[in-house]
């Protein structure tokens, strides 16, 4: 990606002083995108004028089973070349999931995380002075006001403190192991502080899903300790709280008890056609190639799940007086 820095920072000024005035504020959503396969998708992105884009993980698909880095690096520079310039002109945001955090799977016990963490700063261009640069994991967060309101935005680190996963892929068994960890002890008390600061709007983004239960692969419900721990610290916000998943190579929108989840996945890697179901599912799961929106107005917020072509799949609306 090449960096406009005069166009940067002007949309930086634009958004910090509300010179930029619009209806509606637009984010994209989407994970999923190997740097070795077409990527069609963008056209269509390009076209819904985002203010913003966030990526959920699997940003590029530089992972090998000994847990080399060597295909990670040729993966960066490749994505790099391939990403469309329009993406200097809006806010990019993002974390990781396993294929570009270093192993298919992949928990704590990788030994190249913190060069793949340092690889990862580094592509994505995040200043040195970032905190992600001094400490552990590429957990951080944002707040941002629209139209008077604070919306508090985590992205959590599913990868870098993740316990070991129990049984084998695709039929993952529960890791009921009471020290059994997805954050880790330091991103929990991480966690716990920012929810404690005071917010009007709440978004979580994690590379695998949170509230779906009844499939095989990835899931907090692997530990469902830590599943258990994060909903119910959630829970008093679940009128003003969306979670925000990747990974599955199938996109959806489920909700438990108030709280909104909505999988963005895959952007071209298109997932298998099984027939997949979850007790907490709206509608159904999509494994064709896909994107997210979530544009928020003064009083409600869309989210739209879309095909390659743009074409609306699945969407629910919300409330935010």
Same mark, same amino acid.
């Given at each position: 990606m090449i960096h406009n820095t005069l166009v940067k920072i002007f949309f930086? %000024?634009? %958004?910090?002083?509300? +010179?930029v005035k619009a209806d509606s504020i637009k984010f994209g959503l989407g994970s999923c995108l190997d740097q070795d396969y077409p990527q069609p998708i963008w056209q269509s992105i390009q076209n819904e004028d985002f203010n913003y884009f966030i990526f959920l993980g699997d940003n590029v698909y530089g992972d090998v089973p000994s847990g080399s880095l060597r295909k990670m690096r040729r993966a960066y520079q490749k994505q790099k070349s391939i990403l469309p #310039? %329009?993406?200097d002109e809006i806010n990019i945001l993002s974390i990781w999931d396993d294929h570009d955090y270093g192993i298919n799977d992949g928990g704590s016990d990788y030994r190249n995380k913190k060069r793949s963490q340092k690889m990862f700063l580094d592509f994505w261009e995040i200043p040195k002075d970032d905190l992600r640069h001094?400490?552990?994991g590429i957990y951080f967060s944002k707040e941002e006001i629209f139209f008077n309101k604070k919306f508090k935005l985590i992205f959590l680190d599913t990868r870098y403190f993740r316990s070991d996963l129990k049984g084998r892929k695709g039929?993952?068994?529960k890791n009921k192991d009471p020290n059994a960890t997805i954050l880790g002890v330091e991103q929990w008390k991480w966690f716990q502080d920012q929810i404690n600061k005071d917010f009007d709007f709440l978004m979580i983004f994690s590379s695998i899903q949170i509230i779906p239960q009844d499939h095989g692969f990835e899931k907090w419900d692997n530990f469902p300790k830590e599943r258990d721990k994060i909903l119910n610290i959630i829970k008093k916000?679940? #009128?003003?709280? +969306?979670? %925000?998943?990747? #990974?599955?190579?199938?996109s959806g929108i489920y909700k438990k008890d108030g709280i909104i989840e909505v999988t963005a996945s895959s952007m071209n890697k298109p997932g298998s056609t099984f027939f997949e179901n979850d007790k907490y599912l709206i509608g159904k799961t999509y494994p064709q190639v896909n994107y997210s929106i979530l544009e928020i107005f003064q009083k409600s917020i869309n989210i739209t799940i879309k095909d390659e072509s743009g074409k609306v799949l699945n969407s629910i609306n919300l409330n935010v007086d």
């Open positions: 930086l %000024f634009c %958004f910090s002083f509300n +010179i #310039d %329009f993406l001094k400490r552990e039929r993952y068994a916000y679940k #009128d003003k709280t +969306i979670l %925000f998943s990747g #990974d599955r190579h199938r």
